[in-house]
């Protein structure tokens, strides 16, 4: 049982800045990669950005430059700067994590989990 729980979202002007969190706790061996989507009202689900275990990142083109997405692996956490925000950034953000866990017998486990989703608004 794991739990992935989101905090930092909010209303920003345009041209402004937040800082989203995701903390992961439970029972799990490690954890892989971590990412942030997010989702505007009528639309798909989209990836925003991802980081490995190891520091590698990777953005949608629409943040390249604006977001910059970061993990502290000995708080199971991941971030996500967002600065220089516009109206089309207006979605629920949600974190991911891809686990990886090894049980008592040897048996390797992985799966993904989801954060509740937290709301980003950004309008003058």
């Known amino acids: 049982q794991v739990q992935l729980v989101e905090s930092g979202g909010g209303l920003a002007q345009p041209g402004g800045s937040l800082t989203l969190s995701c903390v992961a706790s439970?029972?799990?061996?490690?954890?892989?990669?971590m990412a942030w989507h997010r989702q505007a009202p009528g639309q798909q689900r989209e990836l925003v950005a991802r980081?490995?275990?190891?520091?590698?990142?990777n953005y949608v083109d629409s943040v390249k430059g604006r977001f910059t997405i970061s993990r502290e692996n000995v708080k199971n956490t991941v971030y996500l700067q967002m600065n220089s925000l516009k109206p089309e950034d207006t979605a629920v953000y949600y974190c991911?994590?891809?686990?990886?866990?090894?049980?008592?017998?040897?048996?390797?486990?992985?799966?993904?989990?989801w954060g509740q989703g937290t709301q980003v608004t950004v309008s003058s």
């Open positions: 991911e994590a891809d686990f990886f866990h090894l049980r008592d017998d040897g048996t390797p486990v992985v799966w993904r989990s």
């Open positions: 439970g029972s799990f061996s490690r954890i892989n990669a």
């Open positions: 980081v490995t275990a190891g520091g590698v990142s």
